[in-house]
């Protein structure tokens, strides 16, 4: 039986019932797909998934893109890594954001030359448009939910850590994620461990004692916070900028102060502190706030890095000497292995997802599917990282070590 390590179980219910757009291959055919699900409901239309490196036009849509097939009401497509979306002009005209909106902290509004918004929005910035349509946007319904989680026992998955939000979701929809997976706590299929997205104490203390108290297959895990973006959108934290966009080294979504007080905090509550990183500079920014968490009393075996994507060998010795644990994604290595290279440059793959250096430095590690960015099967992940689709191939695990990144650990 198998845990998944890192699950987002209301986004994955998005997946199963709204618009996956990661199928479509060209421009024409993800506009036909949203024209489509304009056609089936009312109200504003969210797309899941969205690949543009799967496009032959290796590029994403633009506002302009989407207005030719939906200009009447707001559209707003999530790339498949969630750090990225595109909204259309009624979307972007609803939320009230124009050319003179200024790019929030921790987020970007990508400008054509002469200035003007092209309806592409990265980190922070997609939580201008998604905020105001998630009153307008219909969230999975309570069956829905219970269906999509009861795919899971099937992948043999019986349990997962599941990273919910304290409020509106991430992945589109107003309803309040935490406050949904309390209501089915009684009849949920699996057991879940929950990581609550949350920037204020009093909420995570809220949700650690409503979780406590539910009736029913979970339990408080800890706090989940972000560093930094994703190596598809250009927005993980890197040293040297990207070898395709040499104009950006990513964005820093981390404020230390801030997550030495949720970590300390998440800590007296008995939970772990979960983090964010996929660029080098983001894990280091990462270890230096584990760093301060471990010299204030906090064990280091309740600190995670989430997704710990490109590691310098200093970086993996640091892992290895706090004591952290590494939470990996090896199904990043099935679906990025087209592009990842042209991102990163053959100089840093050495560097990418190393799994098996991690496991030699004596790491902590464990595995998740990050779905609905993936699927969940844990049998695609365990492929992949003993196979690792030519990407890093002297990082290959072997099936007992992948299959171990599976298993339950206690707290």
């Not at 209301?10 to 618009?19: D, S």
Request: net charge negative; with cysteine; hydrophobic share 40%.
């Amino acid at each position: 039986m198998y845990h998944d390590h890192h699950l987002h179980p209301i986004g994955y219910a998005y997946l199963l019932n709204g618009l996956e757009l990661m199928e479509a291959n060209s421009l024409s055919e993800l506009l036909g797909m949203v024209r489509v699900r304009a056609g089936a409901i009312d109200g504003p239309i969210i797309g899941q998934r969205l690949n543009d490196e799967g496009l032959k036009e290796l590029r994403l849509p633009t506002a302009v893109d989407i207005d030719d097939v939906v200009a009447d009401r707001p559209v707003l497509l999530y790339r498949y890594c969630g750090h990225i979306a595109v909204a259309n002009h009624a979307a972007l005209a609803l939320a009230g954001v124009g050319s003179d909106t200024p790019d929030p902290p921790g987020g970007s509004l990508d400008r054509d030359p002469s200035g003007r918004l092209t309806g592409v929005l990265r980190e922070t910035a997609i939580g201008l448009v998604s905020e105001v349509l998630g009153p307008l946007t219909a969230a999975p319904s309570d069956v829905e939910i219970l269906e999509a989680l009861s795919t899971l026992p099937a992948m043999g998955i019986t349990s997962i850590t599941g990273i919910v939000s304290q409020g509106p979701g991430i992945w589109g929809g107003q309803e309040d994620e935490l406050d949904t997976l309390i209501r089915l706590a009684p009849v949920l299929p699996i057991d879940v461990d929950v990581l609550v997205i949350t920037d204020r104490i009093t909420d995570l203390t809220q949700a650690a004692e409503r979780i406590d108290r539910a009736d029913g297959r979970i339990r408080f895990h800890g706090w989940k916070d972000f560093s930094d973006g994703s190596l598809g959108g250009h927005t993980a934290a890197m040293y040297e900028p990207f070898s395709d966009r040499p104009d950006t080294i990513g964005m820093v979504r981390l404020d230390h102060r801030h997550a030495m007080t949720m970590g300390l905090a998440s800590s007296r509550l008995g939970g772990v502190t979960a983090i964010h990183a996929i660029g080098d500079r983001a894990n280091d920014l990462v270890l230096d706030v584990m760093v301060d968490l471990i010299a204030e009393g906090v064990d280091p075996g309740t600190l995670r890095v989430e997704h710990a994507s490109v590691l310098t060998d200093r970086t993996i010795q640091r892992f290895a000497d706090l004591g952290v644990t590494a939470s990996v994604q090896p199904a990043f290595l099935a679906s990025e292995d087209t592009w990842i290279e042209k991102r990163l440059g053959s100089e840093r793959m050495s560097r990418v997802y190393p799994f098996r250096s991690l496991l030699e430095a004596g790491v902590p590690v464990i595995g998740g599917s990050d779905a609905p960015v993936e699927h969940p099967d844990p049998d695609t992940a365990i492929r992949a990282a003993t196979t690792r689709h030519n990407i890093n191939p002297s990082q290959a695990l072997t099936l007992d070590q992948a299959h171990a990144l599976f298993e339950r650990h206690p707290r």
